[in-house]
């Protein structure tokens, strides 16, 4: 079983930067993509990026210019760079990888970006 576990969360004022990391317990194989979700209060789960096993990134058109996945397979790890964040970017931000008919998700990063 893998693990994804989430950190670079905080509170941060807009305009600001923050960056995601998600790292995975072990090596995974076959993997179709890596990608970041996020869930606002009252909201559902939408995908904010993600990353082919190829290396083609994909961003939802409301953070696009400001957002920036990038994975390092040395270390099992993907990133997500943040920056000009605003207010509505508040949300909690979920790793998910999938690989061959398993989905991986982990527990979740609470951002909060104040006015």
């Not at 904010?48 to 994975?71: E, L, M, P």
């Not at 998910?96 to 970006?113: D, E, F, L």
């Given at each position: 079983?893998?693990?994804?576990?989430?950190?670079?969360?905080?509170?941060?004022?807009?305009?600001?930067?923050?960056?995601?990391?998600?790292?995975?317990?072990?090596?995974?194989?076959?993997?179709?993509?890596?990608?970041?979700?996020?869930?606002?209060?009252?909201?559902?789960?939408?995908?904010?990026?993600?990353?082919?096993?190829?290396?083609?990134?994909?961003?939802?058109?409301?953070?696009?210019g400001?957002?920036?996945?990038?994975?390092d397979?040395?270390?099992?790890?993907?990133?997500?760079?943040?920056?000009?964040?605003?207010?509505e970017?508040?949300?909690?931000?979920?790793?998910?990888?999938?690989?061959?008919?398993?989905?991986?998700?982990?527990?979740?990063?609470?951002?909060?970006?104040?006015?």
């Amino acid at each position: 079983q893998v693990q994804l576990v989430e950190s670079g969360g905080g509170s941060v004022q807009a305009g600001g930067s923050l960056r995601l990391s998600c790292a995975a317990s072990r090596s995974i194989f076959s993997i179709n993509a890596w990608g970041w979700y996020r869930q606002a209060p009252g909201k559902q789960r939408e995908l904010v990026a993600d990353i082919t096993g190829g290396g083609r990134t994909n961003y939802a058109d409301s953070v696009k210019g400001r957002f920036s996945i990038s994975r390092d397979y040395s270390k099992n790890t993907v990133y997500l760079q943040m920056t000009s964040l605003k207010p509505e970017d508040t949300a909690d931000y979920y790793c998910h990888v999938r690989a061959s008919s398993t989905n991986y998700w982990g527990q979740g990063t609470q951002v909060t970006v104040s006015s």
